[in-house]
């Protein structure tokens, strides 16, 4: 392994072990918890349930000891489930505990909430407002003749894309809005009436805090993999993404600013799965390291009514991850912005996975990067739009 490379290594294990994950949020020696706050988690093995006082209490006592351990600078917490909002009561005690501890000790707290949006109003607002919720995430499915087909309410009467329509309302200028639009081969070209819809109400600009993004679907778990037939490719993904990023920059948001834009850009770390101050907790108590395996009981490192054993096997098969370990990667010129991909998917050897993260960084990468300095036809395809040589001097990385 050449100086270089060490050096890489030798950062990766530096920061994955004080990371909390998200390097686009916060410092990587955070500490950072997600927690189920109520409802279903969708899964083969569906499992429901709210956080009990004694599990909150339990919970409270965890970030405790935590912070007086390992004093962080800063603490962040992702509300998820499931529907978060449908305890709102939970996530405003817990909340309040938490900020009093990090304000007692100096560090800094700031909070997400992931919601289908239908619950949020004027009061809801308010109460994430003094959780210190800085950061709201909703998703969508299309336009409302789409996505009301897909999200009905359960009563079939109602329009859930209404709702959420309405709740942007109420929310915008409070928090920063990450409004993530779900896409596959059914609705990918259906995309554009929102962004119209968007750009009418006044939405989208350069200090308005709203971003909405296009999420093409993959089937991350095995409860998703009915879904596969319906995943867009790499190249129909891309052929609508570029003219939606250019849009946004045409209504003056800053796209190269945001990850959720895909900047290319060098990483210390990829998931807070692989960083030791990383967790993930579900109402019955049980602490994991991925979001994506919280429906299966075996792959939890432990549970806040026991001690946690920093030696176990499951905590173990992310510690002990790095993707220095691999061959392809060590060679590959991608791998400061990549390190890897998905750290479980490749601890399972989800070889499809695998693939496509591969192909996305071979394929598509210095398309993303061209488009972010400004080479937009090159970027849809226009391969006789090459930098020049002085733009070449300027970015040594462009051959």
């Not at 919720?133 to 789409?146: E, F, H, Y």
């Not at 510690?319 to 990549?338: A, D, I, W």
Request: aromatic fraction near 10%.
């Amino acid at each position: 392994m050449c100086r270089a490379m060490r050096t890489r290594s030798l950062l990766w294990k530096l920061n994955t072990s004080w990371s909390a994950g998200d390097p686009s949020s916060c410092s990587p020696y955070s500490l950072r918890l997600r927690a189920i706050s109520g409802a279903t988690i969708a899964s083969s093995e569906r499992k429901r349930g709210l956080w009990i006082i004694e599990t909150q209490d339990q919970l409270i006592g965890f970030a405790r000891e935590a912070i007086q351990l390992k004093s962080p600078p800063s603490m962040f917490v992702d509300w998820f489930g499931g529907e978060p909002l449908l305890a709102p009561a939970i996530i405003e005690r817990l909340s309040t505990a938490f900020i009093q501890i990090c304000d007692r000790h100096g560090v800094a707290y700031r909070a997400q909430v992931i919601t289908n949006g239908t619950r949020l109003d004027a009061n809801l607002a308010a109460m994430l407002e003094r959780s210190r919720v800085d950061r709201v995430q909703i998703t969508l499915d299309g336009p409302a003749s789409i996505h009301d087909v897909r999200r009905p309410y359960h009563s079939g009467s109602g329009s859930s894309f209404a709702k959420i329509i309405e709740a942007l309302s109420c929310i915008l200028g409070k928090f920063v809005i990450r409004l993530r639009i779900n896409v596959d081969r059914n609705n990918l070209h259906s995309v554009w009436p929102l962004l119209d819809f968007f750009e009418g109400q006044g939405w989208i600009g350069a200090d308005t805090n709203f971003y909405p993004y296009l999420a093409r679907i993959s089937a991350f778990t095995e409860a998703c993999s009915g879904f596969a037939k319906q995943v867009s490719t790499l190249e129909e993904f891309y052929e609508v993404q570029f003219r939606w990023m250019e849009r946004l920059r045409e209504l003056g948001v800053a796209v190269e600013e945001h990850g959720l834009y895909q900047f290319p850009e060098p990483k210390l770390y990829n998931c807070g799965a692989v960083g030791h101050n990383g967790f993930v907790f579900t109402p019955d108590g049980e602490i994991h390291k991925c979001g994506l395996e919280v429906d299966d009981s075996s792959r939890a490192i432990g549970r806040l009514r026991e001690p946690l054993q920093y030696d176990s096997p499951q905590r173990e098969r992310f510690s002990k991850y790095s993707p220095f370990q691999n061959q392809v990667c060590r060679e590959c010129e991608f791998l400061p912005t990549c390190l890897g991909g998905c750290p479980r998917d490749r601890i399972e050897d989800h070889v499809v996975e695998v693939k496509n993260n591969c192909e996305f960084h071979k394929r598509f990468e210095r398309e993303l990067l061209m488009f972010h300095l400004g080479y937009m036809p090159y970027a849809l395809g226009d391969r006789h739009s090459v930098p020049s040589a002085e733009s070449s001097v300027l970015f040594p990385i462009i051959q």
